[in-house]
């Protein structure tokens, strides 16, 4: 998985949250183990602001920031894409005539992304990606940079090559659709289309 892009605002936001909480937590838990006359051992230290810090930072990422709650919160709120698509890819290689279909699986944290999709002749694997809020009429758009390799199967004139995909996101995150081009050496471009499985 790689980092990806969102809007400056939803990291500052969280951050600002992060901090204010570890501080409280870790206030709270000094006078917790006061009041409680509990000692700790000398082999132990007691989590400071950076370890409960660290703990709600991991805690966000990994579960918390895909809650239905928190997708409610407008300001710190990142669309959940993760999991398995259908895709539908009409390209100019074929003049647009022919469908090919594939599968994609999406992984995604709140920080972290990765955009892995097969069709029979090839794989692609994003490398890049930038995941932004829009003024149009889908809320987020999605663009990725890719690295595709053909199956040793696929046409002697696919070759390993880069290319970029820019596509909007449905507001239910059921569908997502948009368009791709390749880089120099298949110079292709087209239309794709992930559906929820």
């Known amino acids: 998985m790689h980092q990806y892009q969102t809007d400056d605002s939803v990291k500052k936001n969280f951050l600002i949250v992060a901090v204010l909480l570890a501080v409280a937590l870790a206030y709270l838990f000094g ?3 006061d009041a409680l006359q509990i000692q700790i051992p000398w082999y132990l230290e007691s ?5 409960f810090f660290g703990a709600i930072y991991w805690l966000y990422d990994k579960y918390i920031w895909k809650t239905k709650w928190i997708q409610k919160v407008d300001w710190i709120k990142t669309p959940n894409i993760s999991g398995k698509w259908n895709v539908e890819i009409r390209t100019s290689h074929g003049d647009f005539t022919e469908t090919v279909s594939g599968k994609a699986i999406i992984r995604q944290t709140a920080f972290k992304i990765s955009i892995a999709l097969e069709t029979d002749t090839s794989t692609s694997n994003s490398i890049h990606a930038a ?3 829009t003024e149009k009429v889908s809320e987020y758009e999605l663009t990725y940079n890719y690295i595709n390799h053909p199956k040793a ?3 002697e004139t696919m070759s390993i090559h880069m290319g970029t995909t820019h596509v909007s996101i449905a507001d239910d995150s059921q569908k997502i659709d948009g368009e791709y081009y390749s880089g120099r050496n298949r110079q292709n471009f087209g239309r794709v ?3 929820r499985n």
């Open 31 to 33: 006078k917790a183990i």
């Open 193 to 195: 289309t992930f559906s």
């Open 131 to 133: 995941l932004m809020r």
């Open 47 to 51: 989590p400071s602001i950076l370890g």
């Open 153 to 155: 199967d696929s046409l």
